[in-house]
Every structure is written in structure tokens, then in C-alpha cells.
């Protein structure tokens, strides 16, 4: 096993390593190639420029003589091999062959585009050099009419040359890699056994109990395989037991919770009924005022047991959804009616606002209302007298966003991670005292999320709370 296991290992070193070699010759060739032949084409348009400056009074007056020197100094000074062609074709002047020599060059791409006041280029073998050559010809103009062009050439070779140096030292850097892989390869040989060995003592830590070791993965066989799912075992085990604790944890603190929610209450009905049998009722306004004080603690007890209901409903997904075409908009003139009183009452100033024209969503319209009515609900219990509530409907172009601000006495940062669980009040006595059940936002938020929304809570201790939500049109 240990050296089928070898092999394969400096098998993929040694494909990888050639694919590389093979991968990194061809992409450095092209770069290359492209790199020099740019730039051999600036230098040559550069100096084209140039030439035709130099060379447009000896064209003008048609001095051959003057023209085929100046193009061999020209090609002496520049390194290039400079050509000089008149409107027609006809070859003036040329630094490595009499013009006499040479064929019209009208129709050479290069010279055609010159012609049209363009900068020619092209590359192909020259015939009287006997290689490849890199071609850039520039327009001469007298008042704006072309009189004739100059072209300059630089063989190419160097770039051949060029390219043959890198892919010598590639090459070379691959003998060099295979060389290493293969002294690697021995040393893995040698630690093939010590992953095994590893993967033992995991297992055995894991059956008693310990979690935290895990197999260091060094590769992608067989071992590396085993390794990783050992490794994701223990995560994954570790995970549910955690879960496990969370949820024991959850449903430890649900049972304290609604018992302590439910003790007040139920130890006043109690008490109340107590004081009735021992002859309280013969006190008939007395009588009726704890009635009332025992119908207002049943309320509360109601209330709670339907909240529960409800939201035990939507957390298993019994209570689902029952999506009907409807104005978000309306809906929420129709909630604020309910609330005019409470608002009027703690003297609070309501900012309505709507940024968009089309409020129309899928959606169930009861649920959004129970939505509405507990957000509304909580920023006028939680805002002082006199304070400010702003609502807005918000429309974008595939959701709505509503948004409910307040200036109210806010929530501390270490407590909106787990605002929304239940039964979690930050401040349990005012809380109490204002009538809240304690789940209100648990509500609110599986509901936003039977609906595909988000919500969201911005809050600081004296300065208000921002709550944020985002439903989808449809």
C-alpha cells in the first residue's frame, strides 16, 4: 500500500509539474511576443514621425539624391531599416536597396493605410532581408496633402531570440521541480504511516467524549478522505450535542418563564376568590371591584395561552399563510384607527409617511395587521408622553420596506441579540406593568419570515428604537 500510495504522488507531482511547464511556456510566449511587438511598434511610430519631418523638404523638391542619404543616416541613427515611397508607390530612397532595385509598393497594407493618413502596420518575411519583419509607415504631408509616406522596419529575430531564452529557463526550472518532487515524494513516503496513527488516537478521543482533536488533512487520497469525514464526524457530533444543551436550555428557561408569567396572576385570582369566601362578597362594592381584578388577571393568562398557541402555530407551520392581493397602505390607515385613542391620550405626535405610488402586496393581511398592531403597540407603550412616532411605507422596485422609529426610552445594545426570543423583556417590571405578554415579537417575527421578509433592530438606551422590515411584493 505504501508504495502504490508513493507512485501515485509522484505521478500527479510529475503531470502537474510538466502540464505547468507546458501551460506556463505557451502564456509567457504570447505575453511575451505581445510585449515586444508593442513595443517595437511605438519606437517605430515614434521615429516614423520623426523621418517624415526630415525627410518633407527633400520630397517636396524631388531630390532623390538627398533622399536616399538622409534615409541611410536616418536608418543608421534609428537602427531601423528606413523606406521612402512617394504618393504613387514609387520607391525614393531606401537604406538597404536602390530603389531602382525595387518593386512599386502601392500595394503593401502598411503603405495603403499611410496613404489614407492613417499609421500602417504590418509583419510578414521580407524577401530581400530573408526574415520576418515588423512594418510601420507614417504618412508626409505638405498643407494637408499627402506627398508621399516613410516606413520603418525591425526584423523581428530578437523576440525569437528572446523567447527562446525564457523557455530554456523554464525548462530548466522544470528539471529542477521534478527533481523535488521526487525528494518529496520520499519524505511522504516515509509519513504515510503517521495520519493513521492520528486518525487512531482521534477515534478513540472522540468515543470518549472529546471533541476538540481533530486529524490534520495533508492530502486528497484515500487518508485524506477518512481523515476529512473523522474530522466532520466530530463536528457534526459536537454540533447536535450543543444543539441538544441549547434546546434543553431553551425549554428550561420556556417552563421557568411561563411559570413566573403565569404565578402572578393566577396568586391574585387566589387570593381574590379567598377573600370572596370569607364573606367579602356580602361587600357588594367590593365584591365587584375584585371581579373586575379577577377578570383583568384571566384576560392576561388568555392572552398569554393564545400568544403561545399562535406562535407555537407558526413555528411548526401549522398556521400557514393565506397569500391575497391587498394595499399595505390601507391596511395601515385601517391599524392606526384602533390606536387613535392611545396616541391621544399620551399626547404623542404620529408622522405617517409614504415614498412610493404602489403599496400592493401578496401577502396575509391578518398576520401583517398582528404585525402592525404589536409594533404600533409597543412604540407608544415604551415612548413618553409627548413623545414622536414615525412610520413609513417605503416602496422599492421587488419589496416594501416599513419602517416604525420612535424617540422612547430605547433598548440596550447587550439585549437586542435576544429581543426576539420569548418571554425575554429588558425591563421585566415595566414590561409587566404595561400589559405585554412577553411574545409580541417573537410573533412578529416568524411572521415576517413565513413570508420570505426580514426585520430588523436599531436601538439606543434614551433615544428610541428603529425597527426595519422588508416583505416581498409578491
Same mark, same amino acid.
Given at each position: 500500500m505504501k508504495n502504490r500510495i508513493v507512485w501515485k504522488f509522484l505521478g500527479a507531482y510529475t503531470i502537474l509539474i /510538466? =502540464?505547468?511547464?507546458?501551460?506556463? *511556456? @505557451? +502564456? =509567457?510566449?504570447?505575453?511575451? !511576443? %505581445?510585449?515586444?511587438?508593442?513595443?517595437?511598434? %511605438?519606437?517605430?511610430? &515614434?521615429n516614423a514621425i520623426l523621418a517624415a519631418d526630415i525627410l518633407k523638404g527633400a520630397l517636396i523638391a524631388d531630390n532623390r539624391s538627398i533622399i536616399e542619404r538622409t534615409a541611410k543616416d536616418l536608418a543608421n541613427k534609428l537602427s531601423a531599416r528606413v523606406t521612402i515611397i512617394n504618393e504613387v508607390g514609387e520607391v525614393l530612397g531606401d537604406s538597404e536597396k536602390a530603389p531602382s532595385l525595387m518593386e512599386n509598393h502601392s500595394d503593401r497594407p502598411e503603405?495603403?493605410?499611410?496613404?489614407?493618413?492613417? +499609421?500602417?502596420?504590418?509583419? !510578414? +518575411?521580407?524577401?530581400?532581408?530573408? @526574415? *520576418?519583419?515588423?512594418?510601420? $509607415?507614417a504618412s508626409i504631408k505638405e498643407n494637408g496633402n499627402i506627398i508621399g509616406t516613410v !516606413? /520603418?522596419?525591425l526584423p523581428l529575430s530578437e523576440i525569437e531570440f528572446q523567447l527562446r531564452v525564457i523557455h530554456r529557463i523554464v525548462l530548466f526550472g522544470a528539471l529542477v521541480a521534478i527533481v523535488v518532487a521526487f525528494l518529496v515524494g520520499y519524505f511522504i513516503s516515509k509519513s504515510i504511516t503517521m495520519p493513521i496513527r492520528e486518525m487512531t488516537d482521534t477515534a478513540e478521543k472522540i468515543a470518549q467524549g472529546d471533541f476538540s482533536k481533530k486529524v490534520k488533512v495533508k492530502s486528497k487520497d484515500e487518508l485524506g478522505? /477518512? $481523515? &476529512? &469525514?473523522?474530522n466532520k464526524m466530530a463536528d457534526e457530533l459536537q454540533?447536535?450535542?450543543e444543539n441538544l444543551k441549547r434546546l434543553d436550555r431553551i425549554r428550561? %428557561?420556556?417552563v421557568a418563564n411561563i411559570s413566573h408569567e403565569l404565578k402572578t396572576p393566577l396568586t391574585s385570582i387566589k387570593? +381574590?376568590?379567598?377573600?370572596?369566601?370569607?364573606?367579602?362578597?356580602? %361587600? !357588594?362594592k367590593n365584591a365587584k371591584k375584585f371581579i373586575l381584578i379577577i377578570k383583568k388577571h384571566t384576560e392576561k393568562i388568555s392572552n398569554i395561552i393564545n400568544d403561545l398557541l399562535t406562535l407555537s402555530e407558526l413555528e411548526l407551520g401549522k398556521d400557514r399563510i393565506e397569500r391575497i392581493d391587498f394595499d399595505l397602505k390601507d391596511l395601515l390607515n385601517e391599524t392606526l384607527l384602533g390606536f387613535g385613542h392611545a396616541i &391621544?391620550?399620551?399626547n404623542h405626535t404620529l408622522d405617517i409617511n409614504f415614498k412610493g405610488e404602489n403599496f400592493k402586496i401578496k401577502a396575509d393581511k391578518d398576520k401583517l395587521e398582528q404585525v402592525f398592531v404589536n409594533l404600533i403597540d409597543n412604540a407608544i407603550k415604551y415612548t413618553k408622553d409627548g413623545g414622536k412616532i414615525k412610520i413609513s411605507l417605503i416602496e422599492q422596485k421587488e419589496q416594501i420596506s416599513i419602517e416604525v422609529v420612535d424617540n422612547g426610552v430605547g433598548i440596550p445594545r447587550e439585549h437586542l441579540d435576544r429581543i426576539f426570543e420569548r418571554f425575554y423583556r429588558v425591563d421585566k417590571a415595566r414590561s409587566r406593568q404595561l400589559g405585554g405578554t412577553g411574545l409580541g415579537l417573537s410573533i412578529v417575527k416568524h411572521i415576517i419570515m413565513l413570508h420570505n421578509g426580514h426585520i430588523d433592530i436599531e436601538s439606543e438606551p434614551n433615544h428610541g428604537t428603529k425597527v426595519s422590515i422588508t416583505l416581498p411584493k409578491a
Open positions: /510538466l =502540464v505547468g511547464v507546458f501551460v506556463l *511556456n @505557451f +502564456f =509567457v510566449s504570447l505575453k511575451l !511576443r %505581445d510585449y515586444y511587438e508593442q513595443k517595437i511598434t %511605438d519606437k517605430l511610430e &515614434s503603405i495603403i493605410k499611410a496613404l489614407r493618413g492613417k +499609421f500602417g502596420e504590418s509583419i !510578414r +518575411f521580407s524577401d530581400t532581408l530573408g @526574415f *520576418n519583419m515588423k512594418y510601420i $509607415a !516606413r /520603418l522596419a478522505v /477518512l $481523515a &476529512s &469525514s473523522l454540533l447536535k450535542i428550561t %428557561d420556556f387570593g +381574590f376568590i379567598e377573600t370572596l369566601e370569607d364573606g367579602a362578597l356580602e %361587600d !357588594r &391621544s391620550v399620551k
